[in-house]
């Protein structure tokens, strides 16, 4: 079966400090896989996808991931986090033959002073 | 550029009732696609429209009917709401080709849906 794991559900960094989202999936194909950014109040915006160009993916607001087909991992990484990053990020695995588009449950990124 | 537009924002229902919830979408997408988002759950999809004139359940489509009328709008129906359906509902849309998999969603803002 299909599915996506994100290993926290809560993270807390501080302003300026890197910030690591973990994300794991399984699958028997060759997934399409998302990161997306919901802020309070808001829908759910693509921060950046992986569809086998490239193991490393550069998205906005200086977020990258990277591909690690060995692992099944697709950890969303930030240099130095800011104050306007803190929001829930989804994990987001997609498969071949369309529609089915599978969730993860959220890590909630909370950013100190 | 309004991209997808959800009315409306907020809803309250008592058990029983019914209610529309319209989706309209301007970036002249073929998919589109209804989800509700539930706490420590993810979205999970309760019905979507490959194509206009086309509609296929999701996830957890029981209590809900879709209508896809036209290009831009997909509406979801709740015809005897529940308080289990209490939860915020989106609406997504996205271009449709042959590998539409890796086609990235573009939300709406969300309704917000209480039933007492």
């Known amino acids: 079966a299909q599915s996506v794991t994100q290993l926290d559900s809560h993270v807390s960094v501080s302003e300026g400090t890197p910030v690591l989202l973990r994300c794991n999936y399984s699958?028997?194909?060759?997934?399409?896989l998302f990161w997306y950014v919901q802020h309070p109040n808001k829908g759910l915006q693509l921060l950046l996808k992986y569809t086998s160009a490239a193991t490393l993916v550069k998205g906005i607001n200086g977020f990258e991931a990277e591909f690690k087909k060995s692992e099944t991992s697709f950890h969303l990484t930030k240099p130095s986090a800011h104050m306007s990053d803190a929001a829930e990020y989804f994990c987001v695995v997609s498969y071949t033959g369309g529609f089915k588009t599978i969730f993860g449950a959220g890590t909630r990124l909370f950013v100190k002073a | 550029n309004a991209g997808v537009t959800q009315t409306p924002k907020f809803q309250v229902l008592k058990t029983g009732q019914s209610m529309t919830l319209q989706c309209a979408q301007d970036?002249?997408?073929?998919?589109m696609y209804w989800y509700r988002q539930d706490p420590g759950m993810g979205l999970r999809l309760i019905y979507y429209s490959a194509s206009e004139g086309t509609t296929d359940k999701g996830e957890v489509p029981n209590g809900y009917n879709v209508s896809r009328l036209n290009k831009r709008e997909f509406s979801l129906r709740l015809e005897s709401a529940a308080p289990s359906q209490t939860s915020v509902y989106f609406c997504a849309s996205s271009e449709f080709d042959k590998s539409s998999y890796n086609s990235p969603l573009h939300f709406g803002n969300g309704t917000r849906l209480t039933v007492t």
């Open positions: 699958s028997s194909y060759s997934p399409s």
């Open positions: 970036m002249n997408h073929n998919s």
